[in-house]
């Protein structure tokens, strides 16, 4: 018997308040509401396996949106002390223990979740959801795709699943900005890693997103009185903290605003110059 998993199963006794359905080593239940017409002893009946309010296991032909072992988007029906109660179209709600929440939840949202067997042999969901999220993406290098952000690291960056399904990674060094739990972003594949895993950078190419970052820093530094008081030397974390961009961005916009005449470094900071001719 695979609990949370979809299986065929036989009729292998029948009873007045059901079935009781076999794999050739042990039964289970079927509830009579949910037995096909007609069915006799011997026939096959496709189910999923969960545990009933009692901990019993129990069979339904009712398709749950989440089988073991794979993700989705659930709506959370209530909270309580224990953690948080799932809609996954069965009659016993799904928990996503307190424990198993990268965030604090509410009644209403929708929330990524895997599905898992805990310690006690149960069926229970978490928003850890790395280890099941898929490595077969149909995507290639600057596919535009769309990743909710499931958890944030500053040792790697941003992990996020595409399509609620793929595995994908935002590298500390393409993560401009800040991001929440939850949040959707538009973003560009930039790598297939060789175990199918994809990153991702949610800026432009670099080409493409140097006037954007150029023009973001000149408004930093006019907010300064027009003098930045550190240069592009400056540490990752300031340049990161003032401007949500990686070193080698802000370098490279820096360069293009002195290029264009908007810009110098003296000192050690930067000066915007101002047009005499307006």
């Given at each position: ?39 006799a ?20 032909t009712?398709?749950?949106?989440i ?15 224990i ?25 209403d ?40 952000i ?7 960056g ?16 393409e ?27 949610v800026r ?16 930093v ?19 990161r903290?003032?401007?949500?961009l ?10 293009h ?19 005499e001719?307006?």
């Amino acid at each position: 018997m695979k609990l949370g998993e979809r299986q065929t199963l036989t009729i292998d006794r029948i009873k007045e308040f059901g079935v009781y359905l076999s794999d050739g080593e042990e039964s289970v239940l079927l509830p009579k509401k949910e037995v096909p017409s007609g069915a006799a002893r011997g026939d096959e009946v496709e189910v999923f396996l969960y545990r009933d309010s009692s901990d019993r296991m129990i069979a339904t032909t009712a398709q749950p949106l989440i089988t073991l072992h794979q993700t989705a988007l659930l709506r959370v029906k209530e909270t309580s002390r224990i953690g948080a109660f799932l809609d996954w179209g069965l009659p016993k709600d799904l928990l996503l223990p307190f424990h198993e929440q990268t965030r604090k939840v509410k009644a209403d949202e929708t929330v990524l979740v895997g599905l898992y067997i805990d310690k006690s042999g149960r069926l229970a969901a978490t928003m850890n959801v790395y280890p099941y999220l898929r490595c077969d993406s149909p995507y290639q290098k600057d596919s535009r795709v769309q990743a909710r952000i499931y958890e944030t690291s500053e040792n790697f960056g941003i992990f996020a699943a595409v399509d609620d399904r793929y595995s994908a990674l935002i590298p500390k060094q393409e993560a401009a900005g800040t991001f929440r739990i939850g949040e959707i972003v538009d973003a560009r594949v930039t790598s297939v890693r060789p175990d199918g895993r994809l990153n991702l950078s949610v800026r432009e190419k670099a080409y493409l997103q140097i006037d954007k970052d150029a023009h973001e820093i000149l408004k930093v530094i006019s907010e300064y009185e027009g003098v930045l008081p550190f240069d592009d030397k400056a540490s990752p974390e300031i340049i990161r903290r003032e401007f949500g961009l990686s070193k080698n961005a802000f370098k490279r916009a820096v360069g293009h605003l002195m290029k264009e005449g908007k810009a110098e470094i003296r000192d050690r900071r930067i000066y915007l110059i101002q047009d005499e001719s307006l």
